[in-house]
């Protein structure tokens, strides 16, 4: 097996779950040491531990992605304990259903400090981290930051943000001849926990018409798995995609391919 993560010491938020957990163990299978990051302390560890077990380099750390000094500590612990920091994958996010009619402001905010400031404040730091050495920031957005959904308007607008963070970050870290790509995942409709949630948070008729339209609407006909969009972070944050920064990486089995 070649392993594609060699050497490399990665950052995933959200780590205790769903995306972020497959991505942890998808990384630290290709030999990346991995800082499982989670504000669900247990469930970081939960991961960390299955890593361990199967043989590979992981710890957990609690993280508040919308605290600023949560960013500082992890960050600076992590270049203290292995002197490098290669890959940030800023995964933690959440989903409030709600349109804009409906939709509470204090849910709009909360979607907003945890999905778009989150990310903001994970890129602002890795880039001050990886700029002498080099590496990979991965945000992963959906892809509803690049189509609309009527009853996700907070999570739209927290996602779209994401996808042109992204990009303003990779212009910079690429103006400033600093050797660190920053690219953005969106995934479609991946079987994890906020996806079981937020159909269980709709009323029936509208969980049915929900899922009647992943059924028929996505061309591959399934919804997908965490391990797939985990797959798509591996090329992102090797050596593999070096001449990529700056965009988006669908995963919705053709879903925004009509």
Same mark, same amino acid.
């Given at each position: 097996?070649?392993?594609?993560?060699?050497?490399?010491?990665?950052?995933?938020?959200?780590?205790?779950?769903?995306?972020?957990?497959?991505?942890?163990?998808?990384?630290?299978?290709?030999?990346?040491?991995?800082?499982?990051?989670?504000? #669900?302390?247990?469930?970081?560890? $939960?991961?960390?531990? +299955?890593?361990?077990? /199967?043989?590979?380099?992981?710890?957990?750390? =609690?993280?508040?992605?919308?605290?600023?000094?949560?960013?500082?500590?992890?960050?600076? %612990?992590?270049?203290?304990?292995?002197?490098?920091?290669?890959?940030?994958?800023?995964?933690?996010?959440? @989903?409030?259903?709600?349109?804009?009619?409906?939709?509470? *402001?204090?849910?709009?905010?909360?979607?907003?400090?945890?999905?778009?400031? @989150?990310? =903001?404040?994970?890129? #602002?730091?890795?880039?001050? $981290?990886?700029?002498?050495?080099?590496?990979?920031?991965?945000?992963?957005? +959906?892809? %509803?930051?690049?189509?609309?959904?009527?009853?996700? $308007?907070? *999570?739209?607008?927290?996602?779209?943000?994401? #996808?042109?963070?992204?990009?303003?970050?990779?212009?910079?870290?690429?103006?400033?001849?600093?050797?660190?790509?920053?690219?953005?995942?969106?995934?479609?409709?991946?079987?994890?926990?906020? =996806?079981?949630?937020?159909? /269980?948070?709709?009323?029936?008729?509208?969980?049915?018409?929900?899922? +009647?339209?992943?059924? +028929? @609407?996505?061309?591959?006909?399934?919804?997908?798995?965490?391990?797939?969009?985990?797959?798509?972070?591996? =090329?992102?944050?090797?050596?593999?995609?070096?001449?990529?920064?700056?965009? %988006?990486?669908?995963?919705? @089995?053709?879903?925004? $391919? #009509?």
């Amino acid at each position: 097996m070649v392993y594609r993560l060699d050497n490399k010491v990665a950052l995933v938020t959200g780590g205790g779950s769903g995306i972020g957990k497959a991505i942890s163990q998808c990384f630290a299978q290709h030999k990346a040491t991995v800082i499982v990051g989670d504000i #669900r302390l247990e469930a970081a560890q $939960a991961v960390a531990e +299955s890593i361990v077990e /199967a043989g590979g380099s992981a710890i957990a750390v =609690f993280q508040d992605v919308t605290l600023e000094d949560h960013w500082e500590t992890v960050v600076d %612990e992590v270049l203290a304990s292995y002197g490098q920091l290669d890959i940030v994958v800023n995964n933690a996010g959440i @989903g409030i259903h709600g349109s804009i009619e409906d939709a509470s *402001y204090e849910d709009w905010k909360k979607t907003q400090k945890i999905n778009a400031d @989150g990310v =903001f404040l994970g890129c #602002r730091k890795a880039v001050r $981290a990886m700029k002498t050495g080099g590496g990979s920031i991965i945000n992963i957005s +959906s892809i %509803e930051g690049i189509v609309g959904d009527a009853n996700g $308007a907070a *999570y739209n607008a927290s996602k779209g943000a994401v #996808r042109l963070l992204t990009k303003s970050a990779a212009l910079h870290c690429a103006d400033s001849d600093y050797a660190i790509r920053v690219n953005s995942v969106h995934p479609g409709f991946i079987k994890t926990e906020l =996806f079981d949630n937020a159909i /269980a948070a709709m009323p029936e008729a509208e969980a049915q018409a929900m899922l +009647s339209k992943i059924n +028929s @609407g996505v061309p591959l006909k399934r919804v997908g798995l965490p391990e797939e969009i985990a797959h798509a972070c591996l =090329f992102l944050a090797s050596e593999e995609s070096s001449y990529i920064t700056g965009t %988006e990486l669908v995963v919705d @089995g053709g879903f925004t $391919a #009509r």
